[in-house]
């Protein structure tokens, strides 16, 4: 039986078969893995360039205490909203009618609102005031309606009930929309496959930042507790653990493979060890770091030659591209943000 490289335990049963390379999270030591069928048989090995994990997170470290918190707080985690998931269904039939999208939508008033505030804003609004949920998703097209529902059906997410954290997930909610949108629209200029999935793609990257504040605003004693005192150790260990406590997340989730790769290799796309995922991840990239220079992220950080990015390279943009990309997200997006709720408790 094939088993993980680092701790030598089996790989989980409820792992996918698939022909190509996949990753998956080990339960037991909770290392990133490659796995490959060979014959009807996983063969594993170690991800290229990831270290083990266990050398970040030692016993009795931060890391380690995180780590044994984790699946708790992915059982606590909210599941992907059943409307959301029919949405984007519907989005991917080609016989689809705006009649049927909206008679899927009406069905929850706070993503019917939201559709109509949409519809009627200055960058969309028309001569006449839109007054019914059809005319307003003519209006939109179902691009724009499957990424406003995919927006608000998961603001759930991003909720703490510690005040302290607030700013953080309140932060990290914006950031998240916002690179949901970018990555819609880097799909949309480049041609990439899969510009249906992007957009969730950009929403959930960072849900390994939402799970570690959900750790953290949960204990109050020890050496997570502590973070809540320490905001630069916090940062550092934010940085360190996101994409892997993500990568859990979107396993738990079970989300399809693409997910699990823009997630874990947002920060080193080069990284990733199957080309066919190569664009959905340097696209995700590349709309995290457009929104966080637009001022849409946790920290402010310092304008970036964004022509030598390597996923700016890879996906093939030159400065007049970059420019209106930069542009229209500060246009349409303000207007997603203004008509859709902040989540609850934020």
Not at 99 to 104: A, C, F, I, R, W
Not at 173 to 180: L, P, R
Not at 301 to 316: A, K
Request: aromatic share 6%; with cysteine.
């Amino acid at each position: 039986m094939s088993a993980c490289p680092h701790c030598e335990n089996p790989v989980p049963k409820d792992i996918t078969f698939g022909e190509k390379v996949q990753i998956y999270g080990c339960p037991h030591c909770y290392n990133p893995v490659a796995i490959k069928w060979e014959n009807g048989k996983a063969a594993t090995s170690a991800l290229a360039k990831v270290p083990d994990v266990r050398q970040s997170a030692p016993e009795g470290s931060i890391g380690e205490a995180i780590l044994k918190a984790l699946p708790k707080a992915i059982d606590a985690l909210p599941v992907i909203p059943e409307i959301a998931q029919r949405v984007m269904k519907l989005v991917s039939d080609p016989d689809v009618t705006m009649k049927d999208l909206s008679n899927v939508i009406q069905e929850d008033q706070t993503i019917a609102l939201s559709i109509m505030k949409l519809a009627n804003s200055p960058i969309y609004g028309g001569l006449e005031e839109i007054k019914e949920l059809n005319a307003a998703c003519a209006r939109l097209g179902m691009r724009n309606i499957a990424n406003t529902v995919q927006a608000v059906a998961n603001n759930n997410l991003f909720i703490t009930g510690d005040q302290r954290l607030q700013a953080i997930m309140r932060k990290l909610w914006t950031h998240s929309v916002a690179t949901a949108h970018c990555a819609n629209e880097i799909a949309q200029v480049t041609s990439a496959p899969f510009p249906e999935m992007l957009f969730l793609a950009g929403l959930l990257h960072n849900m390994g930042k939402v799970v570690l504040i959900d750790i953290v605003s949960g204990q109050y004693t020890g050496a997570i507790g502590e973070l809540r005192a320490t905001p630069q150790v916090f940062k550092q260990v934010i940085d360190s653990f996101h994409p892997l406590l993500g990568l859990h997340v979107a396993q738990a989730w079970r989300l399809p493979p693409e997910y699990l790769a823009t997630t874990f290799f947002q920060n080193r796309p080069n990284d990733c060890p199957r080309d066919e995922w190569l664009p959905m991840v340097h696209v995700v990239a590349l709309a995290s770091l457009i929104a966080t220079l637009e001022g849409y992220g946790l920290n402010k950080v310092e304008e970036t030659f964004l022509t030598t990015n390597s996923s700016t390279r890879y996906l093939n943009l030159n400065d007049i591209k970059l420019a209106a990309l930069r542009v229209d997200l500060s246009d349409k997006l303000e207007a997603l943000l203004q008509s859709i709720p902040q989540p609850a408790g934020n």
